[in-house]
């Protein structure tokens, strides 16, 4: 493999940006990246062309630190099929430490869901959702009519909760950051039997000078996601969720869960010995 040896400036750059990365608890996107850069180092809007060539090849060349997987593309995912236990042994170890799994809905007074428009921005919803064990639909472009009518399909389900339903949907700040969301929801209201509240959580106008959100470098006067700050970003995330979701009384049921997880585990081992099972399936 052709070693890689940027200019001084440019691995001044690249070091940069890895400690940058490395910053955050989840995965980012160049788009990510480069908007710190332009908003902590002063890179301009047209070196983004720039950007992508010079740290594409950090990746590809595993230069100083850098690897292919170094950046996530949260567009593309594949579909793992095919793998499994090697064995009747195997699959009952495994079966013995299968933890209790307690419905999460059951424990809150309100049903709400995450929509957001930025799919290539799915880890930092990912995690900054899980410890609430909240449902999670991004949206890349005008949803397709199969994915709509899912949706609603999904959302008539949660009317078994009787509780009322929220959808707190997150995108840009741009035309079809605000079309998007509407042209779903008019298709999804009339395929889905219940009521459900929709409420744009960010980015709105007012986040716009009080969160100091700059500009998209690549389109004209609109404003993305991925400018927003880190603090900023979870700030919306988790307190608009806190608004509408306890998070006490998900730990609540995630201490149930670990209860009967552990008493599962000494019942299955019992069983196990009883039967000397592992005599049964040998390697």
Same mark, same amino acid.
């Given at each position: ?195 459900? +509240?929709? $409420? ?5 106008? @007012? ?6 959100? #700059? *500009?998209?470098?690549? =389109? ?27 998070? +006490?009384? $998900? ?5 149930? @869960? ?6 599962? #585990? *000494?019942?299955?081992? =019992? ?13």
């Amino acid at each position: 493999m052709k070693e890689y040896n940027p200019q001084a400036k440019t691995r001044e750059i690249l070091d940069w940006c890895l400690i940058r990365i490395q910053s955050v608890p989840y995965r980012v996107t160049s788009r990510w990246l480069f908007y710190r850069l332009v908003e902590e180092k002063g890179k301009k809007k047209s070196d983004y062309k720039n950007f992508l060539q010079y740290s594409s090849r950090a990746r590809k060349r595993f230069y100083n630190g850098w690897r292919p997987d170094t950046l996530v593309d949260d567009t593309r995912k594949a579909t793992e099929r095919g793998f499994g236990y090697f064995t009747e042994k195997s699959w009952l170890e495994h079966f013995k430490k299968e933890e209790a799994n307690f419905d999460k809905y059951e424990s809150q007074d309100n049903i709400i869901e995450i929509w957001f428009e930025a799919q290539a921005m799915y880890s930092q919803f990912d995690y900054y959702t899980r410890p609430f064990h909240l449902t999670l639909r991004p949206f890349k472009g005008d949803a397709s009519i199969d994915y709509k009518w899912s949706i609603a399909q999904d959302l008539n389900y949660l009317a078994r909760y009787d509780k009322p339903i929220t959808i707190l949907y997150f995108g840009d700040y741009d035309e079809k950051g605000f079309s998007i969301p509407i042209s779903a929801i008019k298709d999804i209201r009339e395929w889905c039997d219940i009521p459900f +509240e929709f $409420i744009r959580c960010g980015i709105n106008r @007012e986040h716009i000078g009080s969160m100091g959100i #700059i *500009k998209a470098f690549d =389109k004209e006067a609109t404003y993305q996601w991925e400018a927003l700050n880190e603090d900023n970003a979870k700030a919306l995330i988790v307190g608009n969720i806190e608004e509408y979701w306890s998070l +006490e009384k $998900i730990k609540e049921v995630e201490r149930k @869960e670990a209860e009967a997880t552990s008493r599962w #585990i *000494k019942t299955m081992e =019992k069983f196990l010995r009883e039967k000397g099972s592992y005599d049964k399936y040998p390697m």
